[in-house]
């Protein structure tokens, strides 16, 4: 980044009207609104105008850029070359069911990288890695930069809470959860590549998922997406790749935070569901591939047991119990079928917006949410269906939420005579 050029002029409502009014915003404006909100000189209440101002005028290729290495600069930017492991990593743009760092991480330290995952909790309708891998017993992110650098170096992988990489967007995540700016391809793209920038891989492949499911619905919203993401990396010395994936139904069988530990556990095992081994496997050789490893099959990796290994270790190196039980909502409701036939699609949007209700997810920053809350999704899309057979068993602590979460789900879902069509898992390889 180029040294800051901040304005003694400036002040917030500036800057907010300058995009509100369809403006372009200057190097310097950029700089000073993030540096002054990271150190609480602009308020919340500012920054959820400029927000969404951003979302609703949009961002030109330069002020993505400026803005991105603004919040680089807010913070520490790791350097972790001297761990005597290629060093890459992964990133999805967020879909419902979509558990496949939990897997996948395993697999590529069983390959012999080395993966420093920044990872993050909930953010609207889809779950947060955070979220989920709390759900085992005396897990923590919260780990020091000395313990990430060990892990990295004896293990092959660290999970780590953001903390001081771009504090700017720690903050900006938050607010965007809460202040319905989450699908702006600008802030997507600069939050995901900010982070990923300053923690110090030198290789990044990313899941760029498309449909309903996804803060993006169009293809061609993706493909921007990802083609912004890949140069923002590039100019940062990063090598970057993305791959374009569907999200148009759930990821596998399960949405919610332990039961899609549960459900990764199962890849790992050898089993689970064929899109997420598929989708796991397609990224891991695209991770490898990246960081130059090719010794070992990631698929063989499951089949002989590992990368359950693997996970093992991480989780027990992070205070995690990896044998303990996960936990499962107190109470639960259950939908059947009205008819027999084929199951139709399921909505992946209808699906992530009844398990947010549920308690898998935030309505506030900081909220607590549920490891239990979740669901199973019984019968996929094409398969066959008995009358009366249950579809999805909802699961919570609190009863009181499954009208809501019901509710988010009528419509979403069918039984018919004919399977529906099928679309591919990977749409595209962006490079």
Aim: aromatic share 4%; net charge negative.
């Amino acid at each position: 980044m180029t040294q800051n050029t901040f304005d003694a002029h400036l002040d917030a409502p500036s800057v907010i009207r300058t995009k509100r009014d369809g403006g372009a915003l200057s190097d310097g404006a950029i700089d000073w609104v993030i540096d002054a909100y990271t150190h609480d000189r602009v308020t919340d209440g500012q920054m959820a105008a400029l927000l969404m101002a951003i979302f609703l005028r949009g961002m030109s290729g330069h002020e993505i850029a400026r803005w991105t290495a603004a919040m680089v600069a807010s913070g520490e930017r790791f350097d972790f070359s001297d761990v005597g492991r290629p060093t890459v990593d992964k990133h999805s743009t967020g879909g419902v069911g979509d558990k496949i760092t939990i897997p996948l991480v395993p697999v590529v330290m069983a390959c012999g990288g080395a993966v420093p995952q920044a990872a993050g909790r909930g953010l609207g309708h889809t779950g947060g890695t955070l979220d989920k891998l709390e759900s085992i017993a005396g897990f923590t992110a919260e780990i020091t930069k000395s313990q990430i650098r060990q892990q990295l170096r004896e293990l092959g992988a660290a999970i780590f809470a953001a903390g001081e990489l771009a504090p700017a967007d720690r903050k900006i995540y938050a607010l965007r959860d809460v202040t319905g700016t989450t699908e702006s391809l600008p802030l997507i793209a600069s939050s995901v590549m900010s982070k990923k920038i300053a923690e110090g891989a030198a290789a990044l492949v990313l899941d760029t998922k498309v449909g309903s499911g996804a803060f993006l619905a169009t293809e061609a919203e993706a493909r921007e997406l990802a083609r912004t993401m890949v140069d923002l990396g590039r100019e940062h010395g990063l090598t970057t790749r993305a791959l374009l994936t569907d999200m148009e139904v759930p990821l596998g069988r399960t949405v919610g935070n332990a039961v899609e530990v549960a459900e990764s556990l199962e890849v790992l095992g050898g089993g689970g569901p064929d899109d997420v081994v598929a989708l796991t496997v397609a990224l891991a050789r695209e991770m490898c591939d990246a960081a130059g490893l090719d010794a070992v099959d990631p698929a063989q990796t499951l089949r002989d047991g590992t990368a359950m290994d693997r996970f093992r270790a991480l989780i027990a190196a992070q205070g995690g119990d990896p044998a303990a039980p996960l936990p499962i909502g107190a109470h639960s409701e259950t939908v059947t079928a009205p008819r027999g036939g084929t199951m139709g699609d399921i909505d992946a949007m209808a699906v992530g917006l009844a398990v947010w209700r549920l308690g898998a997810g935030r309505s506030a920053p900081g909220e607590r949410v549920q490891s239990g809350a979740g669901m199973r999704i019984h019968r996929r899309p094409g398969e066959p269906v008995a009358a009366g057979e249950a579809l999805f068993t909802l699961y919570s602590d609190t009863p009181e939420r499954f009208a809501a979460a019901l509710s988010e789900l009528d419509g979403a879902w069918s039984v018919g005579d004919q399977a529906p069509p099928t679309r591919p898992l990977i749409i595209d390889r962006i490079t």
